[in-house]
């Protein structure tokens, strides 16, 4: 059984840092892609970044150079490092993983869910 915990998140000013993580069990993530999406208050889920079985990452556009993941292969964790937050971060970030070798943009692609993280950025 796949199982998605995700830890961090909280409270942070504009322009602040955070770090989620992500927990894999069930699954190796070396050879899985794993994806993070947010969901704020009457919107959409929307794709943050993923990173590939081979480590290749990749990010939205609004996120580039601000949100970076990595992996642990050792812990089977990965982490999303968020710098420059923004009030219009603010939202519940979950991560994702899915059994293929290439990630998707699309929240549909990926059948297994972490419970979600509040992430809070104030003005």
């Known amino acids: 059984q796949v199982q998605l915990v995700e830890s961090g998140g909280g409270l942070v000013q504009t322009g602040g840092s955070l770090t989620l993580s992500c927990a894999a069990s069930?699954?190796?993530?070396?050879?899985?892609?794993i994806g993070w999406f947010r969901q704020a208050p009457g919107k959409e889920r929307e794709f943050v970044v993923a990173i590939n079985w081979s480590g290749t990452t990749y990010s939205a556009e609004a996120m580039k150079g601000r949100f970076t993941t990595s992996r642990d292969k050792e812990k089977n964790t990965v982490t999303l490092q968020m710098n420059s937050l923004k009030p219009e971060d603010t939202a519940v970030y979950y991560c994702g993983a899915r059994d293929h070798p290439y990630g998707s943009k699309s929240g549909d692609d990926w059948p297994y869910w972490g419970r979600g993280n509040q992430v809070t950025v104030s003005s």
């Open positions: 069930g699954l190796s993530i070396g050879s899985s892609s």
